[in-house]
């Protein structure tokens, strides 16, 4: 059993992972995720709200799916179980970096100097998104804990998490983002949308343009996710934009569910899911319920956009 693997035949749980436990390794690995997102944007075509940015949950990890390179193609992904960084030109060729206690300005070496070995030259903008500190990754000394069996740990939430936002997105035949991991805010996320515009969105996310948030915030929407911070063990969250009237008063579940109007969120502690009788049952019903304060006050068209699960 590879270092990191613990538990790893039982990927269909929901494991325990305290955040202020793995925070160091989280706070590492948020950064080099940004590393690989920006990558994959500097070179991806623009698809709208941003959707050709994000990482995917895949069977090892997390990765980029396929990148354009002039006639090539590429793709990085984090692996999670062996614990390396797995670059794969459509050339045949590939390289392999290390998931170690590493720092990033080390990490962001190695890729790019990766990338440069394949003939697959990127230049990206090296100050990370949506963090209060942005330190440049060349420059960045200070995150450098990397724990194999954490990263595992994540990995496996993410799986679980996943799995029911995939379901949730299935019920939805209306425009509807794929279930995607923004390395911005480090959050998985799936998100609805009316069909109707949006108010322009004010911005204000740190150390990330407005005109960003603009894009993003285009369409009126209800956006839920998975964040492995907020709470002990990570939180799952819903928001809509605009926020419509009497959306902080709606009869979301389960109980351990709650409004914060400091981030205009509906909350749910992961460890609330983790140990119910039915986590994927419990999830569920917070994110029908959650995105139904959104839909309901907000008048969507709900008959012409959800639909039966039970399609052939």
Same mark, same amino acid.
């Given at each position: 059993?590879?270092?990191?693997?613990?538990?790893?035949?039982?990927?269909?749980?929901?494991?325990?992972?305290?955040?202020?436990?793995?925070?160091?390794?989280?706070?590492?690995?948020?950064?080099?995720?940004?590393?690989?997102?920006?990558?994959?944007?500097?070179?991806?075509?623009?698809?709208?709200?941003?959707?050709?940015?994000?990482?995917?949950?895949?069977?090892?990890?997390?990765?980029?799916?396929?990148?354009?390179?002039?006639?090539?193609?590429?793709?990085?992904?984090?692996?999670?179980?062996?614990?390396?960084?797995?670059?794969?030109?459509?050339?045949?060729? #590939? /390289?392999? &970096? *290390?998931?170690?206690?590493?720092?990033?300005?080390?990490? @962001? !070496?190695?890729?790019? %100097?990766? +990338?440069?070995?394949?003939?697959?030259?990127?230049?990206?903008?090296?100050?990370?998104?949506?963090? #209060? /500190?942005? &330190? *440049?990754?060349?420059?960045?000394?200070?995150?450098?804990? @990397? !724990?194999?069996?954490? %990263?595992? +740990?994540?990995?496996?939430?993410?799986?679980?998490?996943?799995?029911?936002?995939?379901?949730?997105?299935? /019920?939805?035949?209306?425009?509807?983002?794929?279930?995607?991991?923004?390395?911005?805010?480090?959050?998985? %996320?799936?998100?609805?949308?009316?069909?109707?515009?949006?108010?322009?969105?004010?911005?204000?996310?740190?150390?990330?343009?407005?005109?960003?948030?603009?894009?993003?915030?285009?369409?009126?929407?209800?956006?839920?996710?998975?964040?492995?911070?907020?709470?002990?063990?990570?939180?799952?969250?819903?928001?809509?934009?605009?926020?419509?009237?009497?959306?902080?008063?709606?009869?979301?579940?389960?109980?351990?569910?709650?409004?914060?109007?400091?981030?205009?969120?509906?909350?749910?502690?992961?460890?609330?899911?983790?140990?119910?009788?039915?986590?994927?049952?419990?999830?569920?019903?917070?994110?029908?319920?959650?995105?139904?304060?959104?839909?309901?006050?907000?008048?969507?068209?709900?008959?012409?956009?959800?639909?039966?699960?039970?399609?052939?």
């Amino acid at each position: 059993m590879t270092n990191g693997q613990q538990g790893a035949g039982a990927v269909g749980e929901w494991p325990a992972l305290l955040v202020r436990e793995w925070a160091d390794t989280r706070d590492t690995l948020h950064m080099w995720t940004q590393v690989v997102g920006k990558i994959r944007l500097a070179m991806a075509p623009m698809v709208n709200h941003w959707w050709q940015v994000p990482l995917y949950v895949s069977a090892r990890g997390l990765t980029t799916s396929l990148i354009p390179h002039d006639r090539r193609s590429f793709d990085i992904e984090f692996d999670f179980c062996e614990h390396q960084l797995h670059i794969r030109s459509s050339s045949g060729d #590939e /390289r392999r &970096i *290390p998931l170690a206690p590493k720092s990033v300005a080390e990490f @962001y !070496r190695e890729t790019m %100097a990766a +990338l440069r070995e394949l003939d697959l030259e990127v230049s990206i903008w090296t100050k990370p998104r949506e963090v #209060e /500190r942005a &330190i *440049p990754f060349e420059a960045d000394t200070e995150h450098a804990a @990397y !724990r194999p069996e954490h %990263a595992h +740990l994540f990995w496996r939430q993410l799986l679980a998490a996943n799995r029911v936002l995939t379901e949730f997105r299935s /019920r939805f035949v209306g425009k509807v983002s794929p279930v995607h991991f923004f390395w911005g805010a480090m959050d998985l %996320a799936v998100t609805r949308f009316s069909g109707r515009t949006a108010p322009e969105h004010p911005g204000g996310a740190p150390n990330c343009a407005d005109w960003v948030m603009v894009e993003g915030y285009s369409h009126e929407l209800s956006s839920c996710g998975f964040w492995p911070g907020g709470t002990s063990e990570g939180t799952f969250y819903s928001y809509a934009y605009p926020e419509p009237a009497g959306y902080a008063e709606q009869p979301v579940r389960p109980a351990a569910a709650n409004y914060s109007a400091e981030v205009g969120e509906y909350l749910l502690p992961y460890e609330s899911v983790r140990t119910a009788t039915d986590p994927e049952g419990t999830l569920l019903e917070f994110l029908q319920t959650s995105y139904e304060a959104a839909a309901g006050p907000g008048k969507w068209d709900r008959r012409g956009l959800e639909t039966s699960t039970e399609r052939a």
